[in-house]
Nanobody, 114 residues
């Protein structure tokens, strides 16, 4: 069974940066389309970005030009570089298989506040 472990969150001022990491256990990681999601308090979880096995990426409009998703297939890792952070980016961030979601990990909290 796939296990997902997110890390790298924290408290950052508006305009700051964070890099989130997601470790993925299990086989065939390199074939998975991986996604990052977020859930703000009182809101539903939403898709943020995805990356396929060849490195093609897609983002929601609100993070385009600020966030970059990447992966390291040798390490079974997915990353989300977040720049120019805004208060509205505050949320718990999660990774998962985009096409075949599995059990969610514990997430990592990102708080953007002055």
């Amino acid at each position: 069974q796939v296990q997902l472990v997110e890390s790298g969150g924290g408290l950052v001022q508006p305009g700051g940066s964070l890099r989130l990491s997601c470790g993925v256990s299990g086989s065939v990681f390199s074939r998975r389309v991986m996604g990052w999601y977020r859930q703000a308090p009182g809101k539903q979880r939403e898709f943020v970005a995805r990356i396929n096995s060849s490195g093609s990426t897609a983002y929601i409009e609100s993070v385009k030009g600020r966030f970059t998703i990447s992966r390291d297939n040798a390490k079974n890792m997915v990353y989300l570089q977040m720049n120019s952070l805004k208060p509205e980016d505050t949320a718990a961030y999660y990774c998962n298989d985009y096409l075949r979601p599995t059990n969610w990990g514990q997430g990592t909290q990102v708080t953007v506040s002055s």
